[in-house]
């Protein structure tokens, strides 16, 4: 055997065991002795890609679909032309997929074979970007049938894939997991190919992430972990498979872990440059703003941003944190009038509730809130039910109703410990605190915000530790030596005026029984006995 016989068959023997490295190093070696055949190309394309070296592949799946051409062999040529259409789809090159789709589809013409299921991949994920949920849905069942009869795996989990991403969208989770789960369980078992695996994965876990179904991105997150620890040469998929791992240990409590598993996320994302490096940036920025290293934390937004990823709601509650409530506040009205991908959308409707509740517009905190909550009513998680509680329990406190707000946080603390999240459990700690004091029982505030802070500090939250002393340390946060809340002070003020209970509930978003029970606390704890006595009381001490 030749020198160059012996690096094509070490380069052969080297993808067959995936090791991705070496068969790339020596079937491109053995490529450089003689071209070679379109099998062996087809082989360096796709290590080229398992390596990051999208470029070479992009080449190679070229002249591999020429020699394809050449030798008659139209099917695997359409299938060359299939990966070149969807790498290039994905890499943001929509009339050069486009037209390697058109090729597939002219060698395929009136054949009936398996490539012809490939094609329709394209065609699903075509109608997905446009929005056509229900046409993504039927061609994935048309390329579901299409694998099964020629029982191809890789194929089946595809047309898997795109029948639960699309469920998702037309509102039937239930069934679009049990489609992924049984897309994953194919590629858990290995029974799919390297590149098919990495993009199911990937694809699954940020399905999930727009279900909004925790349990399962966790898992999915510890297989892609798994899979691509086993492959160390493996690029493409590692660097988002981090940025999956960084959110479930941020979540978690483990910040210092999650930073560093970020950092490696942004490292192995930009060399080679991959799309999903916008996403790590905005994860690292989250993680930064939260420890309270803001300048750190807009660079990294910055550069999430120049890598084509909004960073919101993260920047408009780093302005938040920074004193800029000008600036937060125009950026999240703009979100929540021109609503992001869903997946987002809950971030940005906490966000809201958040921000427009520290510029004092509660109704339109209010309204956040209650599309969270209608929300979560209709996705039905464990996640979602316990951000839409903690927002309501925010603007329930906002509108001096401790006594049901408490309620409403005690739920939303219960759902956070369920799925083992101590921030946001110590951050509703905090509320749960508040309600208690604004309810006289300072005891109940006192342990909540201890526990709250061994939390914050811990896992290293300094900006809610800083609030937390904040809260703490006012004898009567936001209230007045006479006792009355803000709220309170606001409606005496509207009595005082001469305005009716209806037009107080107006002005002020709230229905006419709130204004019956705060007109009956202002009476009881000014030590007064009508709305007479109350508008006297108002006009000697200067409110009106």
Known sequence: MSTADDTLAQGRTAFARQVWGDAYAKLAAADTDAPLQSGDLERLATAAYLTGSEDEAIQTWKRAHRALVDAGDAERAARCAFWLSHNLLLAGEAAQSQGWLARAEKLLDERHCVEQGYVLVIRALLD??????????????????????????????FGLLCQGKALIELGNVTEAMERLDEAIVAIATRETSPIVTGIVYCAALLACRRAFDLRRAQEWTAALSDWCDSQPDLVPFRGQCLVHRSEILQLRGDWADAVRVA???????????????????????????????????????????????EPQPGLALLRLDQGRTDAATATIRRLLEHPPGASARDHVLAAGVEIMLAAGDVRTARTAADELAKLAEERDTLLLRAEAASAIGKVQLADDDPRTALVTLRTALAAWHELDAPHQAARTRLLVGLACRRLGDQDSAALEWEA????????????????????????????????????????????????????????????????????SNIYRKLGLHNRAAATAYAFRHGLV
């Open 452 to 519: 709250a802070r061994r939390t914050f500090e811990s896992i290293g939250a300094a900006h809610d530790l800083a609030r937390l002393a904040d809260v703490a340390e006012t004898k009567e946060h936001n209230k007045r030596a006479d006792g009355l809340s803000r709220r309170e002070r606001q409606i005496l003020t509207c009595a005082a005026a001469g305005k009716t209970n209806r037009e107080i509930a107006d002005e002020l978003v709230i229905s006419d029984k709130t204004v019956e029970r705060h007109l």
């Open 128 to 157: 997905f970007g446009r929005g056509d949920a229900a046409g993504s849905y039927d061609t994935g069942r048309r390329l579901t049938d299409i694998a099964v009869r020629f029982g191809d795996v890789d194929l089946t989990t």
């Open 263 to 309: 950092h490696d996320a942004c490292e192995q994302l930009a060399d080679p440059l991959q799309p999903s490096i916008g996403m790590a940036f905005y994860q690292l920025g989250e993680l930064q703003r939260l420890r309270g290293d803001l300048g750190a934390a807009e660079q990294a937004y910055r550069e999430a941003n120049n890598h084509g990823y």
